[in-house]
């Protein structure tokens, strides 16, 4: 639910752009408004989990992602979408460490492949719920369907306080640094997950825009960052487990290739064409993903899981807020097709950093 909630910004851009009037530019900084404050709160939200309870906050956090929500809907203008938006995004930021370092700890040295399959739930929701509203747009106002979005918010957190279980932490392990590679691997770590959610957040920007520029019509734009999500989805799910087998390392040049790849040929597709391909760029634009997060256990001491989430985190999703504007900016001046282009060409800056990052890493028994 709150990847889903973070997602189906996407299929309101256009709407916000007719009805607003609005560039890239602006609509890049609607998305950064929700993104941002997702990003910023994160490390704040660890720091309260570790004194409140994880499940407490992340209650919390998700009814405040219905309250902003029904506060973006409930707005005459732009400045009330803004607040509803930054309230919204403020609730989210409980979702990654949190549930991150709970997963981690109840599987340990193995958590990377349930990671992966924590991450790949979060893709179920962002294919899910983008596609249902952009049909639910078309019999309703876009005000009307964020209070269907904030009425999801609370139900879930009712749901999350009645079923989830509690969170167990971790004892202090004493050890001063991980035994992956220590400052020095996280940081590697941690600079690829900045260009990686800066590559993905950056051309979802552009995507409905280039599909619209082919002929597709709103629910096809719906459909179509579905098909992209629900790629993304099995890109979790395996790559977690493909990390495993093959190491990080490979898997980052499959993934991040592969999406370079990908976008400079969905450029020349007709629409149709595209449809065909958008599930397969999920695979590569949201794998990456997976083995870094699944990674963030190994290069953290035990007894920080959730700090160490948190940092990661607040840098990613800090770089998927921030990075966009950029874009946006970008494609302002040179186009949309121009400023696709430059994501395929980030997405293979990860490249280096990943040959770098391979000898900190813990050898690979199934390599």
């Known amino acids: 639910m709150h990847d889903g909630f973070t997602d189906v910004i996407y299929v309101l851009l256009p709407v916000w752009q007719a009805e607003f009037a609005l560039g890239y530019a602006v609509l890049a900084l609607l998305r950064a408004l929700y993104a941002g404050s997702m990003a910023l709160l994160q490390l704040l939200a660890g720091h309260l989990a570790e004194r409140f309870g994880g499940k407490l906050i992340l209650v919390l956090g998700t009814a405040l992602v219905g309250i ?36 981690a700890r109840a599987y340990g040295k193995g958590s990377r492949a349930p990671l992966g399959i924590y991450n790949f739930t979060g893709d179920l929701g962002k294919a899910a719920i983008p596609v249902a509203m952009s049909f639910l747009l078309v019999a309703i106002s876009w005000r009307a369907s964020l209070f269907v979005l904030a009425a999801l918010g609370i139900v879930t957190a009712v749901a999350i306080a009645l079923l989830m279980p509690r969170i167990v932490g971790a004892a202090p392990s004493g050890k001063k640094a991980a035994s992956g590679g220590g400052r020095g691997g996280f940081a590697l770590l941690f600079a690829i997950a900045i260009l990686d959610n800066g590559v993905r957040m950056g051309f979802l920007i552009f995507l409905p825009f280039l599909l ?42 499959a993934t991040e290739g592969g999406t370079a790849a990908l976008i400079l040929v969905l450029l020349v597709l007709p629409l149709e064409a595209c449809f065909v391909l958008l599930p397969l ?23 920080r899981t959730e700090r160490a989430f948190a940092i990661f985190y607040t840098g990613a999703i800090g770089s998927g807020a921030i990075s966009p504007i950029f874009y946006g900016i970008l494609g302002d001046y040179i186009g ?7 994501t395929a060409i980030v997405a293979l800056a990860t490249l280096p950093l990943a040959f770098l990052l391979a000898p900190k890493l813990k050898p690979n028994p199934a390599t």
Do not use: M
Request: with cysteine.
């Open 212 to 253: 619209q520029a082919k002929g597709a019509s709103l629910p096809a734009v719906g459909t179509a960052l579905a098909l992209t999500f629900i790629g993304g989805a099995a890109g979790k799910a395996v790559c977690g487990w493909l990390g495993d087998r093959i190491g990080v390392l490979w898997t980052v040049v």
């Open 68 to 103: 902003g929500y029904a506060v973006a809907g409930s707005s005459g203008g732009i400045v009330g979408l803004c607040v509803g938006l930054v309230i919204a995004g403020a609730g989210s930021s409980t979702q990654h460490p949190i549930a991150s370092a709970a997963v």
């Open 281 to 303: 760029l999920g695979v590569c634009l949201n794998g990456t993903s997976s083995v870094l997060y699944g990674t963030v256990p190994e290069l953290a001491p035990s007894d």
């Open 336 to 342: 949309t097709n121009g400023a696709i282009v430059t």
